[in-house]
């Protein structure tokens, strides 16, 4: 028995030893060749990459979570599907997508954004490839503004180097100094290549809340009228946006050649949202927290927001913003 173990443990390392031998150098380098191909495909799996399986454009999913997670912007969600769709669907831009949107705190400026972002990203806000800056929090001080603006740019150029499909989110863009802007500019534009870098690829979406009062207003007019809200359309709101943008000497934009020259693609309209919306607002909140949503819950939050004009009370102050907080108070 033990002799016979033996011979074949002896047996098993000759093998080896003949297998080992046979492998050249040439066999070897392919070898580990293969092992470091497929380590890093298996790395490429794990980490977030600049390539189709992590960043994919999902216009279904898209016209999906517009429907169903946006409330009361029939006309922003148009809007935003047709040009994100229409830019994502071409193969050569020849500009990169700009997109400003506009409209009261609490519309759903930031939440559209991000589902903008998770259509594109797999890792939607969190991808790597999507930027956020905040006036406020990025660029403070005015004093600073020729060192924000080097620093900007060599941000954006930075990451479109490294991913062409790179998003750039500017909050609070009427804050936002109008130097800052204006050095950014040559990024939006038709150009080619910009020392070297295109930025046709490139997705920038603006937000503020400049023109929010004329929205506002038309929307007002609409109810007042005792006119469908559904019915108002983009040229409804247009005119007084535009003017309003052109006009309001602290927003930003206007002091720049971005509206003059065209660079912005798509100005977005976020209409004032009522109690109804609230109501949904609160009721998707509670399914996202895996809460059956309650109507009764849903009630009380929607009904604790102040509502303006002051007598008619049609329009939330802070639209859905303060939703989660008043839940965690009444869940
Ligand atoms: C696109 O989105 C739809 C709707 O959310 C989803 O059912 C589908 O699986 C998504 N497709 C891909 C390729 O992720
Ligand atoms: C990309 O942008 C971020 C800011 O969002 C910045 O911190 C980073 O340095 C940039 N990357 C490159 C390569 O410039």
């Known amino acids: 028995m033990k002799s016979a173990h033996v011979g074949l443990w002896l047996h098993v390392l000759s093998t080896t ?7 050249d150098p040439f066999t070897t380098t392919v070898l580990v060749g293969v092992g470091a191909a497929l380590s890093r495909s298996i790395y490429n799996y794990l980490h977030e990459n600049c390539d189709h399986k992590w960043i994919a454009f999902n216009a279904t999913g898209l016209e999906a979570s517009l429907q169903t997670k946006l409330f009361g912007q ?18 050569n831009p020849k500009k990169p997508l700009v997109l400003s949107l506009h409209g009261w705190t609490g519309t ?12 594109i990203y797999k ?7 999507v930027h956020v800056f905040t006036s406020e ?21 930075g990451n479109v180097s490294s991913c062409a499909q790179s998003m750039f989110i500017f909050d609070e863009m009427d804050k936002m100094h109008p130097g800052l802007i ?5 990024y939006l534009d038709y150009y080619d290549k910009v020392d070297g870098v295109s930025y046709r690829k490139a997705i920038f979406i603006f937000l503020s809340n400049a023109g929010g009062e004329s929205i506002i207003q038309t929307a007002l007019d ?14 409804d709101l247009e005119t007084s946006l535009s003017l309003s943008v052109f006009n309001n000497k602290r927003s930003g934009l206007w ?7 065209n660079l912005v693609d798509f100005f977005v309209p976020f209409l004032p949202l009522e109690y109804r919306h609230v109501l949904q607002c609160a009721k998707a909140a509670m399914e996202a927290r895996g809460l059956k949503p309650d109507p009764a819950v849903a009630d009380k939050v929607a009904r604790d927001l102040v509502y303006f004009p002051k007598s008619e009370r049609v329009f939330s102050v802070k639209g859905c913003k303060t939703i989660e907080s008043k839940l965690d108070f009444y869940t």
């Open 17 to 23: 030893a003949v297998l080992v031998s046979a492998f």
């Open 74 to 91: 029939h006309i922003a969600s148009h809007i935003i599907l047709k040009a994100v769709s229409g830019f994502m669907s071409n193969d």
């Open 108 to 119: 759903g400026k930031n939440y559209v954004s991000s589902l903008i972002a998770e259509s």
């Open 123 to 129: 890792e939607g806000m969190d991808s790597k490839f």
């Open 137 to 157: 929090l990025h660029f403070p001080h005015a004093s600073q503004m020729d060192t924000y603006k080097t620093q900007l740019q060599q941000w954006i150029k």
């Open 182 to 186: 204006d050095s950014i500019k040559p």
């Open 222 to 235: 609409f109810w007042n009228a005792g006119r469908d809200r559904d019915e108002m359309e983009l040229k």
């Open 255 to 261: 002091h720049t050649s971005l509206i003059d020259k």
